[in-house]
């Protein structure tokens, strides 16, 4: 039966959507400046990992290098934060100014003596290597690491020590309301202890003993083998767990170019809805997860990993990027950079537009986002921003190399995600050839467990079947009781020009004007346009059936009333 496009839409026109509300997060009184010193004057991803870690307090948080420090700069700040990356000579200005701060101070890593009377308490005396480290308060729960601190002299209160299993040594120290941090590496498991001082620094109790931490099935895709990811999924909905499924709604052939959307695969489209409507939500990972002629699920998407760099060209060109030293006048690089720049805007508003109402027009209400492979450039936070508020995941802190990545212990909201807060994988996820990948995950569970509102994450692909998510849930149930987050609980903003969808305490809205992303690609109109038509058929069956049931009975009924009259006058 065939359809008219515009009689559907003006059917469909006939339909209200009700209004959401979004309300945001706010932060109290707390606001931080971190200090630095580095060999760059630009934020890199020191200061941006130290950013995940204070961004769990307070959003009101500014970075200035050394160099440009001005003592104005502290009025209204009740926390400094001086992170010494590289040896360096500190400006009388503030040293002056961390002593007369009268609010917390927290120094970490390298330059303490120059700190002055306030850090006496301090004295470096080497760099150590050590294996474990544990807080002082809890010195049976060990976590396992291998780093490198600056060691120092003490008779300051010590929160958390680090030992080469022969001798013990000072990690963080306290005297009053000044902290010395001894290791700047803190995108290791290092920020689960930092993380858990950071709360006496700012005064933040955290009541609730329960951590929160999430599962999610990853890379499910239009070619996924559907009996297996609904084995997966059932094995969650009997337990009633809450799960977060990351789906790209296309899968390109790294062969053929082919591409297929979930339309082409009606029976996995029917498991993701099904799993949507029994504690899964979706979590848009990327369109197609994959660039040039790379395979969906293998290849990146908003990362040129040839290059290393951020998409700054179409998957069919190639070229060298060129750099700062090709230009003779440094305005020409300026105006190169915007142009490879507004480039990757584009790219990436193409990708996210699209995959929003693709997955809106088959009924899967994208809530947040994770990027392919954790792989983003910073000018790419920005950009996703304007479409997600929650990001899943790990977080790339660099530009230079996207190797370079990593994610805070807790929730938080880092000031160059613009606003999106980030739930962070901790965990990592089960590796097909390693045997021990259930233990390894359970033994990291432990060490995050530390930490009072530690994040308890990781992520699991259905390909493998239920068994051995099944021997990883059950050693979960040994563990401390963990809140696993329902994202239809948390506040979740979706926006395209076609469609907001929000979420709150269960429900799941969309808003936008009807029929917009089902009309928005002929793909996903195509499949409703099918759909509708299915459903027509069925009802017309059902109405021939049920017409012929009426004949048949009352041809029936007739007869009998007939045969029954004749009887009669025959014994008349």
């Known amino acids: 039966m065939k359809v008219s496009k515009p009689f559907l839409i003006i059917l469909l026109l006939l339909l209200a959507f009700p209004a959401v509300t979004y309300a945001e997060q706010g932060n109290g009184n707390l606001s931080a400046l971190v200090v630095y010193s580095d060999k760059d004057q630009e934020v890199n991803y020191n200061q941006r990992y130290l950013d995940m870690l204070i961004t769990h307090f307070t959003t009101d948080i500014e970075f200035i290098h050394e160099s440009e420090f001005l003592p104005a700069m502290l009025e209204g700040k009740s926390h400094l934060f001086y992170q010494g990356i590289t040896d360096d000579s500190l400006s009388s200005e503030f040293r002056d100014a961390v002593q007369t701060f009268d609010g917390s101070v927290v120094a970490l890593g390298a330059n303490v003596k ?41 008779d300051a209160e010590v929160l958390a020590e680090a030992s080469d299993r022969q001798r013990n040594y000072p990690l963080i120290t306290k005297h009053e309301d000044s902290y010395y941090i001894g290791n700047t590496y803190i995108e290791s498991k290092f920020s689960i202890l930092v993380g858990e001082v950071l709360h006496d620094v700012f005064d933040t109790a955290h009541n609730d003993d329960v951590n929160r931490g999430y599962i999610r099935l990853e890379d499910v895709h239009p070619k996924v083998d559907h009996e297996r990811l609904k084995q997966v999924a059932d094995l969650l909905i009997e337990r009633d767990l809450p799960f977060m499924i990351a789906v790209i709604p296309v899968y390109t052939d790294s062969e053929t170019g082919d591409k297929y959307h979930m339309s082409d695969y009606p029976k996995v489209l029917e498991v993701l809805e099904y799993m949507q409507k029994n504690g899964g939500s979706v979590v848009m990972h990327g ?89 983003i450039s910073q000018n790419g936070y920005q950009v996703v921003s304007g479409y997600f508020n929650t990001f899943v995941g790990q977080a790339q802190t660099t530009d230079d190399n996207w190797e370079v990545m990593g994610a805070p212990p807790y929730m938080s909201h880092p000031t160059f995600m613009n606003g999106m807060t980030m739930y962070p994988e901790t965990l990592g996820f089960v590796q097909p050839e390693n045997e021990d990948a259930v233990d390894d995950i359970i033994e990291k569970a432990e060490e995050y467990l530390i930490l009072r509102d530690g994040m308890i994450s990781f992520f699991y692909h259905p390909y493998l079947g239920p068994e051995r998510l099944e021997e990883l849930l059950d050693r979960f149930e040994e563990l401390p009781a963990i809140d696993w987050i329902d994202l239809k609980e948390e506040n979740t903003k979706t926006e ?30 195509n499949h409703f346009v099918k759909g509708m038509a299915d459903k027509a058929t069925w009802l017309l069956v059902g109405t021939s059936s049920l017409a012929v049931l009426f004949f048949s009975s009352y041809t029936l009924l007739s007869r009998r009333r007939t045969e029954k009259e004749g009887r009669s006058e025959d014994l008349g």
């Not at 005396?125 to 729960?141: F, H, Q, R, W």
């Not at 060109?317 to 720049?341: G, M, R, S």
Request: net charge negative.
């Open 114 to 154: 120059e700190l002055g009377e306030r850090f006496s308490f301090v004295e470096p005396i080497g760099e150590v290597d050590y294996k474990e480290m544990y807080l002082t308060s809890a010195p049976d729960e060990k976590i396992s690491s291998e780093l490198e601190t600056i060691n120092v002299k003490t």
């Open 287 to 375: 369109y197609t997860h994959q660039y040039r002629s790379s395979e969906t699920g293998e290849g990146f998407e908003f990362w040129d990993v040839e290059h290393d760099s951020p998409i700054y060209q179409a998957p069919d060109d190639n070229k060298k990027l060129k750099k700062e030293k090709h230009f003779e006048d440094p305005a020409d690089y300026e105006a190169y950079k915007q142009e490879i720049t507004a480039f990757e805007t584009g790219y990436i508003k193409d990708k996210l537009e699209t995959g929003i109402n693709e997955l809106n027009g088959f009924g899967l209400k994208p809530l947040a986002f994770e990027a392919p492979h954790y792989t």
């Open 496 to 525: 395209s020009s076609e469609v907001v969808i929000t979420a709150a305490e269960g429900t799941v809205k969309a808003d936008g004007p009807p029929l917009s992303s089902v009309a928005s690609s002929s793909i996903t109109f």
